[in-house]
């Protein structure tokens, strides 16, 4: 995988076209990793191929034996998992975060896995004891070795009880698919089901695990020796989603977003028509142009980034860009990930020192102008949010380290210019 990349941009270009969502990176690459615990062939449709971190995931999976076959035209990836065994790899530098769920495909076949430590974005404390917690309370043994982490289940997983201190969907996830290979039932307390979760869950069911939620954090999972095959549709990306709407309204462009999740976003949509934005949609699309800003402008905010069905903390950047083009002074909170932050200095760099932070507390002072510069990326979203101020500043810019972007976002470049949007990524 490339690294060290960098987008060139000319500012002062306005998009106008359609843009279609892909599927989601928090589902896709969520559902590879559990296509592994399956005894037969997975296909996943409306997958996001071109996707950096799908990408790696494949490599580690095709190393330790799985044979992975990509139709980026279908846009499907079908896994057959028979051979996937636990080996020693020479490399696990691997910089994507949820290794984790790499380990329940292994323990099935192997009863121990190898695997590379969480990597992902450098947004704050991430830890990874939860991850440990679920495999321990499943029977096996973990052992932290300076490569790589390394959990042994000589005799597979056995049926236990994960209750999570908070409210996490890796812990979530990976209690998820480790239990579906448990011959027993294995409970799950204060889960944290996401829609990607959910997703996942409908998954599970498919490969012949028996998944009961009560609420919306109780589960029992009775897991099965041998689990069937399966042919699933990744959902739309609500993100990538909230990104182009994002990008539509402060361009002042005229851009049609299609296939757009509307019944994973209410919260994050109603926080648009808060701020005077009024959306054309229907059941699938929405139409985003001057037009929206009822009253010719985004009025100023404040809110809030937290759990589902509030805005998640993904999203957050794309609020400031918002901020950044309101008439007035917003504030954005995050309490899920406070020390999300670091992106702001490189939007500085752009909009004349408009941000002002301290950690969980973004102040904006929107309506300053926007200027071509030389930016870093700081992490998946910000990256994203640099090429955005890129394309809308006056001069050109450079963005460093762009590959962080297209961790999140499929065919990013192309889909720019679907738009009539050109970047150069070199
Ligand atoms: C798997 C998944 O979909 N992860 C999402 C989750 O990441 P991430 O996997 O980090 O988030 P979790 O929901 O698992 O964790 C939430 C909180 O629990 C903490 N924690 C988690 C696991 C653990 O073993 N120990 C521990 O302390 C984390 O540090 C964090 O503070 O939120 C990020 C920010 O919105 C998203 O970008 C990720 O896509
Ligand atoms: C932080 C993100 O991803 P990850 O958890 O994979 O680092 C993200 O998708 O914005």
């Given at each position: 995988m490339k690294s060290n990349l960098k987008a060139h941009i000319q500012g002062g270009q306005t998009p106008s076209g359609k843009v279609r969502v892909s599927g989601a990176k928090n589902a896709s690459t969520r559902l590879l990793s559990a296509a592994l615990i399956a005894d037969e062939t997975v296909t996943l449709n409306n997958f996001p191929t071109e996707l950096v971190d799908a990408r790696y995931k494949m490599d580690f999976i095709e190393k330790c034996g799985g044979k992975v076959t990509v139709d980026e035209k279908l846009e499907s990836v079908t896994v057959n998992p028979a051979e996937y065994k636990d080996i020693e790899l020479g490399d696990y530098n691997y910089p994507i975060r949820t290794t984790y769920l790499l380990v329940a495909g292994l323990i099935k076949r192997s009863g121990i896995a190898r695997i590379p430590y969480p990597g992902g974005c450098k947004i704050g404390d991430r830890g990874y004891d939860l991850h440990m917690m679920v495999w321990q309370q499943l029977g096996a043994t973990v052992t932290e070795k300076p490569d790589y982490i390394e959990v042994s289940a000589p005799n597979g997983f056995q049926p236990g009880e994960i209750n999570f201190p908070i409210s996490t969907i890796g812990g979530t996830e990976n209690a998820l698919i480790s239990a579906s290979i448990v011959d027993g039932e294995t409970i799950i307390?204060?889960?944290y089901i996401s829609p990607e979760v959910d997703s996942l869950i409908q998954f599970l069911r498919t490969l012949g695990a028996k998944i009961d939620v009560v609420g919306n954090s109780f589960i029992r999972?009775?897991?099965?020796?041998y689990l069937r095959g399966s042919i699933f549709q990744v959902m739309p990306d609500r993100i990538e989603a909230i990104t182009w709407i994002v990008y539509g309204i402060i361009s002042g462009g005229r851009i049609t977003v299609e296939d757009v999740p509307f019944d994973t976003m209410e919260i994050p949509l109603i926080h648009l028509k808060h701020m005077g934005i009024d959306l054309y949609r229907n059941d699938k699309n929405v139409i985003v142009s001057p037009e929206c800003l009822t009253n010719g402008q985004i009025?100023?905010?404040?809110?809030?980034?937290?759990?589902?069905?509030?805005i998640?903390?993904?999203?957050?950047?794309?609020?400031?860009m918002l901020g950044l083009h309101a008439n007035g002074k917003s504030r954005i909170f995050d309490y899920r990930y406070p020390e999300r932050l670091k992106y702001c200095g490189e939007l500085n760099k752009f909009y004349d020192n408009a941000l002002t932070w301290t950690p969980g507390a973004i102040t904006v002072e929107g309506g300053k102008g926007i200027t071509g510069a030389d930016a870093q990326s700081t992490d998946l979203r910000g990256s994203m949010a640099v090429v955005i101020a890129g394309l809308l500043a006056q001069g050109n810019s450079t963005i460093h380290n762009v590959e962080m972007a297209l961790r999140g976002y499929n065919n990013m470049e192309q889909k720019l210019r679907n738009l009539?949007?050109?970047i150069t990524v070199e």
């Open positions: 307390k204060n889960a999972v009775v897991g099965a020796k009025q100023p905010f404040e809110l809030a980034c937290g759990t589902h069905p509030g998640i903390s993904d999203m957050q950047p794309f609020y400031t009539g949007v050109t």
